[in-house]
Structure formats: structure tokens, C-alpha cells
């Protein structure tokens, strides 16, 4: 699934890509490089994200890459930059059988009709949920009118957000491939580290980020709900250093290792996640008529094995933390391989923006 707002539209695919989660506190960035029939992760990267009040300065912005591409010693320029979830929108569409070019003519231009709310200067990438409904085959540009309409993921971002990163990487030297939503970017790692599960079952991937929490519920392999919880590790950490009167840092250590010593106190801070994110489990298994059968968790508050506890009891399902790396190959040094299993629910998004250029 790509969705990239900005795409190179070079003939031939890349080799290698930077694929990288500007996060509200940790940007993640890995390095995947295409060798044969195999991608294999060279390195991986966690960085302070810079402070900023609403919109990161384009200044800043190329400050914080070149940091990034310094992390990686420049080895690759090719850059897959995600938006983050809360100033991307993605949702589903219906819409006539047509080439995706004009798609995004038809949102750009009619924005109220179809989203129901005015988006002018707004960028926009479509995906076709169903294949045999391609919009980029021939028998889809060639529908007679009149043909019965196709529903249709579509994403929208600010063009002035998207022409932000696009001067920020190369101010930062580097070469802006693609932007994606960063929603996306759990599905598309879903889909490679879980192949049977992704086409089989119905799943609900939740990606615990600093200062919101994604939620994606995907039906063998369509991507059917997605939604935004404007609770993260931020809040939860937050909470229990003024409950405790502790420091931030102190508190963060204890919710990740020491989370069973503050259980009440938690708990509170959990809750209101929790019940956000069984709705919209419950929305789906009632529009649907089928039940979530699992729930994969990702981020960096998902590594708390009480918080995966806390989540399966108020979910009601059997939740587990996922390895988004585990179909690539590692070219780590000693000391990142040694590491990976520990920070790989921190990599999810910055592996499935990656993944779109291969």
C-alpha cells in the first residue's frame, strides 16, 4: 500500500532507502537496501525530535536530517519521509473507475462533494482497496460511464506541510523520494512480517505513538477503519510523574520497566485509551458482522509488558507486541543486532514508509 504524496516517478525502482518517522519526541530511521530477492536493514537510528510549537521551521526541519543522514554516514541520499497522523488525513471514498491522476484533479478540485469538508491547498494520493479494480490498468481508464463506483483509499496533507519536507531534505542534502501518511506505514509492515495473518484474518494494528495513538483495522488485507486516539506515551508518562511527583525520565523508566510497582496509577492514565480503542474495535465487528481476532501493538510504550496486559484485559483480545523486522535480513553491527528485538516496535512506521519505494 503506498500512498505517497510525493513520489520521484523514476522508471526503475531504488536499491536502498532511508525511511524516516519524524516522531514527537524520537525520530526513528532505518536503512533498507534491496540485495537480490532480499531487503536487508543495515542500520537503524533513534534521534531527539527537535521542540517546536505547531509546524516543525523548514530550518529546523533540514538541521534535524542532516543529524539523521550523519547517523547513517551519508550512505544513502534516497529519503522516505512520513507525515504525521494527526496532519494527514486518510479515509475511504467512493468514486468512478479512473486513472488515479485524475482522481486527485477530482478531490483537489471538489473537496466538499466527496470529503465533505472544504481542503483547498491540500495535496491528495488515491489506492484502489480492491485489485480487480485497479485504477491503473487499462480497463479501468477505459470504464464506460456510468459503471458502478469503486471505493477508494485517498489521503490528503497540506501542500504547504508536503513543499516543507520536500526543502527540508534537500536542505539537509539529501533526496526526497516520497512522503507518505504515516499510518500507513504499520499496514505495509504488517503485510511483510505477517503474510497469512494480513490476508486471512481480521486484525487491528495499534501503534502507541508520543503524543496520539493509531489504531488500523485491516479485513484480509483492506485496510477498512483507521482512527486517531489523542492519547500516547507522552500522556501516560505525563500522568504518572505528577502523580508520583517524580521526574519526567523517572517516570518514563518506570512505565516502561517497573510498571507493576505504579499499577493503580497507570491504570487510570490507560484507561481512557483503552476505551477509545475498543469502540472503534466494537464499530467494526458491528459493521462488519466478524469479530477482531487479534490485536498487534507497536511503539515505544508498547515495549511495557503491563501495558500490553492492561490493553488485552480492557480490549477484551489477545494482544501482542509484533517485530516489524522480521523479513529483513540484518546487516547490523554487533551492537544493533544485539539490540533490535528491544527497539523494533519503535521502527514500525519508519519500516513501512521505507518499504513503499521497493
Known sequence: MALPFLNSGARKKPDQMLGVDLGGRITKAVHLQRRGDDLVLHRYALLDAPIFDKTIP?????????????????????V????????????????????????RLILKNNSRVYLQQDMSGHAFD????????????????KSPAGQQKQKVLIAGVKQQLLDDFVTG????????????????????????????VFARESVA????????????????????????????GDRLTLGLAESMNISYAEAEGIKIGMAHEVQSVLEAQLLPLGRELRASIDFFEHQQDRPVSQVFLSGGSSRSDFIVEMLRRELMADCKVWNPTTFLKLGLSPEQAAEIEHVAPQLTVAVGAALTAF
Open 126 to 141: 488515491c489506492y484502489v482497496a480492491s485489485p480487480q479494480q485497479g485504477s491503473n490498468s487499462d480497463e479501468s481508464a
Open 80 to 103: 522516505t519521509l512520513t507525515i504525521g497522523v494527526n496532519d494527514a488525513l486518510v479515509r475511504h471514498v467512493e468514486l468512478p473507475p479512473m486513472p488515479v491522476e485524475d482522481m
Open 169 to 196: 531534505a534537500r536542505n539537509a542534502g539529501l533526496v526526497p523520494d516520497r512522503v507518505v501518511p504515516g499510518v500507513i506505514g504499520p499496514v505495509n509492515a504488517f503485510e511483510r512480517a505477517m503474510p497469512e
Open 58 to 78: 523548514v530550518d529546523l526541519l533540514a538541521e534535524h536530517l542532516r543529524a539523521v543522514s550523519q547517523a547513517f554516514e551519508g550512505k544513502c541520499k534516497l
Open 205 to 232: 494494528l495499534v501503534d502507541i505513538g508520543f503524543r496520539s495513538s493509531s489504531i488500523s483495522i485491516l479485513q484480509e488485507g483492506e485496510l477498512i477503519l483507521n482512527r486517531v486516539v489523542n492519547v500516547g
